[in-house]
């Protein structure tokens, strides 16, 4: 049965649900050549094609795109920005702790230039630099906050531990028993305008971006890799693969990253007296501790974007039918209404699910094809809004040789991702650990046990 809350919901993302959605570019017809060729253009294609025009203003720089700009995971996600490139301070220090001071300088630099090229490309995508909010939904995860805390202020981050009192000032969830309060360099966005004012910008320094043209072929030929499209042809001395989990015809990229679905809900705009129920007057993005976490932030117009089901589908479709059936989204109605239970009256406008990039490492990666022609940049894990800037700028660096860039000398270049296992092996896996999220936090056994032996592995959870 249908929850009363769906009862006019459209199931397609809200952040494209825009009249503020760009005409569509031409799709790629005939030969020609480029100095770099970019497949995709989600976050990371776009930043790539941008920062390769810029460095070389000479040079031919294309861009082909399946669908349309933003349509992919792009487009789908709850917008939240973090300093992070690394999916948090922490799983810096589990994968690769010898580099945190680096990693951390780098991921502010990253989020000072997103800041910068925002306001030099006049880029409006409803912004606000307001920081994020991780609250403890049970009591003995509030240790686990003060470890954080500690972690951070260790590395310089302006952060507040808040106790139950204080969480529930910011945000009143019953659920809340304290949180972390980042402050500085983080905050939220709107996905699908950050993409469209990034392919405006790519077009305005001169990338030529063609859309509806799906890579259906890559050959080596010589000196040259030669991209195949439906009605199109074009050849390269270099190649840069900002596909994410879509296939391409590279076996071992598909070996690296993993497609498993996440699903997120629009409410309807908030009316000021439902806002003034739930506070939320510094309209902090926040995450919670479950295993099977939620994560939710406010957008311009005071709706509720609150997500956090992670599902898996064999095949790996990047948007499955599922995502379209009200059932697959009953859990995360009876999490939003247990997190805001005074919001018994709203309804949901949207629903939707978009693809992550989970890889082994839980952090972008790039890794070298066709003998550096190309490179492959993903493995974002959930965590690719703005991380997306840094990954370009890495994979070009790769690509390039430019050997004295400062993450070239890091582990974070210069070590690639485990395989995760293919097939049923991981279909498998996918649908017990994800089976084991729901209720590990209060029934344990089991569950509990399958989730440390994952994390014993290597994996991020």
Not at 79 to 90: K, N, V
Not at 92 to 120: H, M, S, T, W, Y
Not at 291 to 320: A, M
Not at 413 to 439: E, M, V
Request: glycine share 12%; proline share 5%.
């Amino acid at each position: 049965m249908t929850h009363p809350a769906f009862a006019n919901t459209r199931f397609f993302p809200f952040w494209l649900d825009s009249p503020a959605a760009p005409a569509v570019e031409p799709e790629l017809r005939g030969e020609r050549r480029a100095g770099v060729v970019v497949i995709g253009g989600g976050f990371t294609g776009l930043w790539a094609a941008i920062q390769a025009k810029e460095a070389d203003p000479r040079q031919e720089v294309v861009l082909i795109e399946a669908g349309k700009v933003a349509h992919g995971a792009s487009g789908r996600p709850c917008g939240i920005i973090s300093t992070s490139i690394m999916h948090g301070l922490a799983n810096a220090a589990r994968v690769f702790p010898k580099d945190i001071d680096q990693l951390e300088e780098l991921g502010r630099l990253n989020l000072d230039g997103f800041q910068r090229d925002l306001e030099r490309f006049g880029i409006d995508a409803d912004v606000e630099w307001n920081g994020e909010l991780t609250a403890a939904i049970e009591p003995g995860h509030v240790d686990v906050l003060r470890e954080d805390y500690e972690l951070h202020l260790e590395h310089g981050h302006d952060m507040l531990l808040l106790d139950a009192g204080e969480a529930r000032a910011q945000i009143d969830s019953p659920l809340f028993h304290g949180a972390l309060w980042g402050r500085q360099r983080s905050g939220t966005i709107h996905p699908a305008k950050l993409a469209w004012g990034l392919k405006a910008a790519a077009l305005k320094v001169g990338v030529k971006l063609y859309e509806n043209s799906p890579l259906e072929r890559i050959v080596e030929e010589g000196q040259d890799l030669v991209l195949h499209t439906p009605v199109g042809v074009v050849r390269t001395a270099r190649a840069f693969f900002a596909t994410g989990c879509a296939k391409v015809g590279i076996g071992d990229i598909n070996r690296r990253v993993m497609n498993v679905q996440d699903h997120i809900m629009a409410t309807e705009p908030l009316t000021a007296e439902q806002l003034a129920r739930v506070g939320w007057q510094n309209r902090q993005g926040f995450y919670d501790t479950r295993t099977q976490l939620n994560y939710g932030r406010l957008t311009k117009d005071n709706r509720i974007i609150f997500g956090g089901s992670v599902t898996y589908h064999y095949g790996e479709h990047t948007d499955p039918d599922e995502n379209r059936r009200p059932e697959t989204y009953a859990g995360l109605v009876d999490a939003f209404f247990k997190t805001f239970p005074q919001l018994h009256d709203v309804k949901f406008s949207h629903a939707w699910g978009g693809p992550i990039d989970y890889c082994s490492r839980g952090s972008v990666f790039v890794t070298r094809y066709f003998g550096g022609k190309a490179v492959f940049v993903a493995g974002y894990t959930g965590f690719g809004v703005a991380a997306s800037r840094f990954g370009a700028t890495m994979g070009l660096n790769t690509l390039f040789g430019r050997k004295d860039a400062p993450e070239q000398k890091l582990d974070i270049a210069r070590k690639g991702t485990a395989w995760i296992p293919p097939g049923i092996l991981r279909w498998l896996g996918a649908k017990i650990t994800f089976i084991a999220f729901d209720g590990a936090d209060a029934e344990g056994g089991w569950k509990r046990a399958w989730i440390k032996s994952v994390k014993a592995l290597g994996f991020p959870m």
